[in-house]
């Protein structure tokens, strides 16, 4: 009788180190693991739940804030430790990400800070309602005397660096581009608004920029040509516009209607998504650095942070003192978000609430790598959607969502109630992307 054995060397299956993980050999047939499956998705529900477990987004406050409400704040593109923040009472703060701590404060304007950006020298352009917008050199021995000062006619209410040339754009009464090298505007960009909210260069194109007005309106200019190109009205008033870094016609506004809005601006007649789930006028939105994501702080005291390509937010930050929000900014490294409410604090946020900013073995990685991997396999499972989705929300928040929910369905009753009762095709369905937009009017 003849008998064949595998031979295989043991040196193949034994670690060159003790720290070294054995190699083991497997057959991935699936006739050999009938309960693959349902291990995967064990595994799949203990990695959602203990994601909810470690869940700790609030990481600390910068200092000790401002004396009264955080209104602006304004990260260096160029750095990932380093922000400005401006308050109610005319004070501006640069701090140290690092250590939280304060770097400097400065006397800037007398009332509120509306605006601030970071120019690429990496000095500092603040402006206020006392009609004046000032240049702050941070690493000067005297920090306090500003390197220039330009005079607006009147109160200015948002500021916005070019990406690559000494230019800026304010908006006020109307929208005015200037030379850093000059004194007075040096273009005219208005159109129609008696007051303009807020403007935002385009960082990838960056000859555009766009602004919101008092009359609900959204507007594109073209530096290029000193003259808006194409406005789109809507119901309610935008707050806030922010361009995503990634797709360079992508912009995401903040509106007073309780939701934020994604728009391609070369066709501004349909929104490309709607981000719902706040229960009060949104006051500020920023994308992430890598942008697949974007936050947004509201008048409901809390923060949410959505998906791109989702229309529901995936978390929501609150705290017991925090109160309503007025801006909100990713950092640069898109792991921490920070926020600024009306009672003076800024806080810093994770932007993954179970995340932890150790060092990580290569056997942690790979296991939350697997972990990923099955959560998004499975994410439709019933138990694991239900557990994935359930956030704690203040009683406030509940019980204005649960109101909003009947307005909502009493609506919707109502116009079917009169779709059926009236003539074929007289009532049309009105889109969900579509039914905020009044009108898209370009300029001649």
């Given at each position: ?18 720290t070294e993980i054995s190699r083991v050999s497997r057959n991935l047939d699936p006739s050999l693991h009938p309960f693959e499956r349902a291990r995967e998705y064990t ?108 005079l607006g006619s009147s109160g200015f209410t948002g500021v916005d660096h070019h990406r690559s040339r000494p230019t800026f754009a304010t908006s006020s009464s109307k ?239 109502k116009e079917e109630n009169v779709r059926r009762r009236s003539k074929k095709g007289s009532v049309p369905y009105s889109k969900e992307r579509e039914k905020h937009i ?7």
């Open positions: 009788m003849i008998i064949k054995t595998l031979s295989r060397s043991s040196d193949t299956y034994l670690p060159a180190r003790s595994r799949a529900l203990n990695a959602t739940k203990l994601e909810s477990v470690f869940a700790a987004p609030f990481v600390g406050q910068l200092g000790n804030g401002h004396t009264d409400g955080v209104y602006s704040l304004a990260k260096d593109f160029g750095k990932i430790n380093s922000v400005a923040s401006g308050s109610g009472d005319g004070t501006v703060k640069f701090w140290d990400l690092t250590s939280r701590d304060q770097h400097a404060s400065i006397s800037a304007h007398k009332g509120i800070v509306k605006g601030l950006t970071v120019t690429l020298e990496g000095n500092l352009l603040s402006c206020g309602m006392d009609s004046t917008v000032k240049l702050w050199d941070v690493s000067a021995p005297d920090s306090s005397v500003p390197l220039k000062t330009f929208v005015e581009v200037w030379d850093l090298n000059r004194s007075k505007p040096i273009s005219d960009l208005s159109w129609g608004a008696d007051n303009v909210n807020t403007v935002k260069f385009n960082q990838s194109e960056q000859s555009i920029l766009a602004s919101t007005g008092s009359d609900r309106s959204i507007v594109i200019h073209d530096t290029r040509s000193s003259s808006p190109v194409q406005k789109l009205v809507t119901s309610m008033r935008s707050n806030a516009i922010s361009w995503n870094p990634m797709e360079a016609f992508v912009f995401a506004a903040a509106n007073e209607d309780f939701n934020t809005y994604l728009y391609d601006m070369r066709k501004l007649t349909r929104s490309l998504n709607v981000y719902k789930n706040h229960v009060a006028a949104v006051m500020d939105v920023d994308f992430s650095p890598t942008g697949q994501e974007l936050v947004t702080g509201s008048y409901d005291k809390t923060l949410r942070i959505f998906r791109v390509r989702d229309g529901h937010s995936r978390d929501v930050y609150h705290t017991k003192r925090m109160q309503r929000l007025f801006c909100v900014k990713f950092t640069m490294d898109a792991k921490y978000i920070l926020s600024g409410s009306d009672e003076g604090n800024i806080r810093v946020w994770r932007s993954e609430a179970s995340s932890r900013s150790g060092a990580q073995s290569a056997r942690q990685r790979t296991k939350l790598e697997y972990d990923a991997a099955l959560k998004e396999r499975y994410k439709n499972m019933p138990e694991i959607r239900r557990i994935s989705r359930h956030r704690h929300v203040p009683s406030h928040i509940k019980t204005a969502t649960d109101i909003m929910k009947i307005e909502i369905a009493s609506r919707e009753r009044l009108g898209v009017a370009l300029k001649e």
